[in-house]
């Protein structure tokens, strides 16, 4: 079943209209900003000042304001502070979004599986029990 990612150009069409919006960064992103000598934590407050379409790729990107410093992060690495229908819009888009990426990584892999198989194996098939394993590894399946 294929997810179906809300349209970003609707959301960020009321995102811009209501800007300034506020939020955290999510304790995985926080962790990467850190490591790049950033200094935040998940409670810290940032300012959403703008926001960009990155299509199927990027997703929604958020310009956010932190210390001085401007930064561009993903919408779903971002978790934002208050109430009312935007805040609502804001949270199923990041839902849908996570699903969708989840779905995409999982078909990125079987496909990359199959590819193996198919490079490795001289065929589509899986390989016989007992037999060695496609993967060159050497282990028995």
């Known amino acids: 079943m294929m997810l179906q990612v809300p ?7 009321e995102m811009l209209e209501s ?3 506020y939020c955290h960064s999510t304790k995985s992103n926080t962790k990467a900003l850190m490591a790049q000598g950033l200094r935040l934590s998940d409670k810290t407050r940032l ?11 990027g997703g929604v990107m958020c ?3 932190l210390n001085g410093k401007v930064l561009i992060m993903s919408l779903t690495g971002l978790d ?4 009312g229908s935007i805040y609502e819009k ?3 888009y990041k839902t849908a979004r996570i699903g ?19 490079i490795i ?3 589509s098939s899986l390989p016989p029990r007992n037999g060695l394993c496609p993967c060159g590894s050497g282990k028995k399946v």
Request: glycine share 14%.
């Open 90 to 92: 804001i949270a199923k």
């Open 80 to 83: 934002f502070i208050g109430n």
């Open 19 to 21: 800007l300034p919006l």
């Open 63 to 65: 310009e956010v304001k």
């Open 7 to 13: 349209s970003g150009s609707q959301l960020m069409k």
């Open 47 to 57: 300012e959403v000042v703008g926001v960009y379409d990155f299509g199927d790729a």
């Open 121 to 123: 194996g001289g065929s």
């Open 100 to 118: 969708w990426l989840k779905q995409e990584e999982l078909r990125d892999r079987e496909k990359g599986i199959a590819e193996r198989i198919k």
